[in-house]
């Protein structure tokens, strides 16, 4: 069978067949449509271009819209990252509070030693001896050697003393106050005191015996209460004030009047100024002598200087009998002269007669 080999007519434009019917060349297929362009979306913060699928801007680092809506891996791990955090820092908070508590006080024990008697404690001596009996202590002792503690050697009950050594350790009774003072320079003619004298009592004088014995006519105002002289009260004084002019040098003095004839032996004085010069007068009379350069005073000491607070004059013609006793001062201590703003003065705290020993 002959095949014919004809050359089909060409085509005509616009891919239609030949006229004649024959087949001709196939027609070309219609060009594919050019592809739609995406629409390129542009930041939102700044406006630059993003890319399709680019999530952030690279000009400005803002997300691109809808980009944050989407789920994401790494959103999560960061959020599981930050929760861990939080749990271990609130964990190590927890722990560290928990390990400063409050601080403990120490505890101090105290051990008290108990003593217990020897006799409670001591076992029973082998042989069926009782505790105590006079066969068990060698027993006793044989045992103490091999280890045994022996008891502390404290006594249970306090030593009270005897009797006689309570009367040893007693202190001696404060004596009186004329034995405890000592003894003055005796002036001449004067006896010297004795402890017989010592104990004897002082003459009991009228309330109102004494009185400032001033024939000078010093004023009044100048002087203290005399009664405070022989009140029995050292604390009180009666007081001479001192003439500016004339000081340390003194005329006048503290009378005493006995209201009946008493003999005299001794003078105690107490004065807060010592170092004033002072002697003793005694008279007879119905009336004190006005003034002391009169026959009718007797010198019963000579004049004497009291160094001390506490002066005692032993008195001559002690067994004689006066009405009136005087002490005369005639000198003041330059420690109680004073300025002429100022005068000083002395003091005679206490005046005590005593008579002689019988």
Known sequence: MATLL????????????????????????????????????????????????????????????????????????????????????????????????????????KTVAQVTPPAATTPAAPGGAAPGALGAAPKVKS??????VKPPKIPLTAVTPKASEKAATTTPSTETKTSSTPTSTTPAGGSSKTGEESQQSALVLDT????????????????????????????????????????PKM?????????AKQQ??????????PGMTVQVYGANASTAPESITNPAWIPLSAPTVAKKKHLRLALRDAK?????????????PQSAVGTAAAPGHV?????ELFPPKS
Request: charged fraction near 10%; hydrophobic fraction near 40%.
């Open 264 to 273: 005299v032996a001794v003078l105690e004085l107490i004065s807060s100024t």
């Open 320 to 332: 004689k009998e006066f009405t009136f006793i005087t002490l005369w001062i005639s000198n003041a």
């Open 143 to 148: 045992l103490l050697g091999t280890g045994t």
């Open 208 to 247: 109102d015996a004494a009185s400032t014995y001033n024939p000078y006519g010093y004023p009044a105002s100048g002087f203290g209460d005399p009664d405070l002289a022989i009140d029995g009260d050292p604390a009180t004084a009666w007081t001479a004030q001192l003439n500016p002019a004339t000081a």
């Open 347 to 351: 003091d005679v705290n206490e005046l």
């Open 6 to 109: 004809v050359d089909s007519p060409p085509a005509k434009p616009g891919g239609q067949a030949p006229p004649d019917g024959s087949g001709g060349t196939p027609a070309e297929p219609a060009p594919a449509p050019p592809p739609v362009p995406v629409a390129a979306s542009s930041c939102s913060k700044c406006g630059s271009p993003l890319a399709p699928g680019q999530d952030w801007c690279l000009q400005c680092g803002a997300g691109a819209p809808g980009s944050l809506g989407r789920p994401s891996w790494h959103s999560a791990a960061t959020v599981v990252a930050v929760v861990v955090v939080l749990v271990l820092g609130a964990a190590a908070a927890a722990v560290a509070a928990l390990s400063k508590g409050p601080a403990k006080a120490p505890v101090v024990t």
């Open 251 to 259: 005329a006048q003095g503290l009378l005493i009047d006995l209201k």
